[in-house]
């Protein structure tokens, strides 16, 4: 998959990476670039920029200078960190716990990317949100459910790695108008947190993004792909049906914890 850089949006662009699980199936990765309003730029994830995109990146960019900040938003993409510090040596470093423990040597902000005092900083321009009632950072390396997920609000679009999924469909269901699908991770049932109303919690959760963020024309997702120029009230619609799929995840859940 070659690399690519895409105009979501006068002032966001995502770039589309590649992704080797085991170093054979190229699953991709994403990270986005966002001009703020002030003319500085941040960028949400890591990626080893090479080639033209790399320069198309570095020339939006100042060679860099203008980065101001890096906010690594998963707990589990960490592939890239490094060699994105080393490119933007001069953006304030975020990343979660995880990302700090991993790279004890970078320079990370002492504020991790969960938390509210970072996000209180891009107010007006940027919203965040995390799942509730699922484990942010799993025992299990396996478990990639969650992330702090980003929403650019001058260009509708939001950012997000694994909680939610772009899936493209097969040509047939195409045909009869089904183009993509929306769903939540595959891995929902073990990230939920084993106790009494954590399904609830997730439902609300979700329920209030869908609402919030259910006029977002733009969903760019990692690995799966970016779904651009959705109608009004398309991609509230598309997460609420998520949700309604993972009804049996969370009864069976809930059964078992309260
Ligand atoms: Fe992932």
Redesign the pocket.
């Known amino acids: 998959m070659a690399d690519q850089l895409i105009q979501v949006d006068h002032d966001f662009w995502n770039i589309r990476g590649s ?1 080797r699980i085991g170093g054979v199936v190229d ?1 991709g ?1 994403q990270a986005s670039l966002i001009r703020l309003q002030s003319g500085r730029f941040i960028l949400l994830d890591s990626y080893g920029l090479k080639g033209k995109v790399r320069e198309a990146v570095m020339a939006l960019t100042d060679q860099g200078r203008a980065v101001e900040a890096i906010l690594n938003l ?1 707990p ?2 960490t592939v890239h960190c490094e060699q994105m510090h080393r490119d933007f040596p001069g953006a304030a470093l975020y990343g979660s716990d995880r990302h700090v423990k991993l790279f004890p040597n970078l320079p990370w902000r002492d504020l991790r990317v969960d938390d509210p005092e970072l996000h209180a900083q891009f107010e007006g321009e940027l919203e965040f949100s995390i799942p509730r009632g699922v484990d942010f950072i799993s025992d299990n390396d396996a478990i ?1 459910f969650s992330s702090v997920m980003a929403y650019h609000v001058p260009s509708l679009a939001l950012h997000v ?2 909680t939610l999924m772009v899936m493209n469909m097969p040509a047939p269901l195409k045909l009869v108008g089904i183009p993509y699908r929306l769903s939540f991770h595959p891995t929902l049932a073990q990230a939920l947190e084993k106790r009494a109303g954590a399904t609830e919690d997730f439902d609300l959760w979700a329920t209030d993004i869908a609402t919030r963020w259910g006029s977002a024309a733009h969903i760019c997702a ?2 799966t792909g970016a779904k651009l120029n959705l109608s009004e009230g398309e991609a509230g619609e598309a997460i609420r049906y998520a949700l309604k799929r993972t009804r049996p995840t969370l009864a069976k859940h809930k059964r078992k914890y309260g």
């Open positions: 992704f699953i990765t998963h589990f993409h990639h790695d694994d990692a690995h």
